[in-house]
């Protein structure tokens, strides 16, 4: 699971660090990659612990992308930070008023899902009211996702937000508790490309 050919130095030590710190090796290699890659993303042990995913919910995320899927992300910063993928952004899209009474997040998830109604892979790593509503919209059957990559961060509404996702029967990768976050989740996705383009 340690990169080695093609990966900056920092970035390869980094990795061996980690493989110090954490044994991922009960993982599948697939899964184990994920987790590593948020790891090593935001420095935080406990996402080794935390994360929950499957071989299930990975493969579905790797077809999605090889597949040229579009990745709809819940606010800017996930977006950026998922660079292994095209990601879009429909928070632009929705103004305060426009969104009232949902957060403009949240409504951004209803112009994702009209736009893309299936097979996306759904990336939210800041609002818990975005991912409570993805799992909203696709109870309404307004839309079927590949993936929901469901991470948000905050003491109102994050764990709780997971939870649901969890509950859903959605295919997801998702943590336990309040932790979470746009690179957190940015990172799940990255991962996933470099699987899709390995495979």
Known sequence: MTP???VHPIEAESHRILSRRVDLNHLSPDV???VARVVH???DLDFAHSLVLDQDAVAAGVAALRAGAPVIADVEM???????????????????EQAAPLTRSAAAMGVAAARHPEGA????GCAPTALAQVVRLAAERRLR???VVG??????????????LRASGLAAISNVGEKGGSGAAAAVVNALARLAAAS
């Open 41 to 43: 993303a935001t420095a």
């Open 121 to 124: 892979v759904v990336v939210v």
């Open 151 to 164: 991470l948000p961060v905050g003491f109102v509404g994050a764990a709780e937000a997971k939870e649901g």
């Open 78 to 96: 996930v977006r950026a930070g998922i660079t292994a993928a095209a990601a879009l952004c429909y928070l632009d899209d929705v103004t305060a």
């Open 4 to 6: 080695t050919s093609g």
């Open 32 to 34: 184990g990659a994920v």
């Open 145 to 147: 996702p590949a993936l």
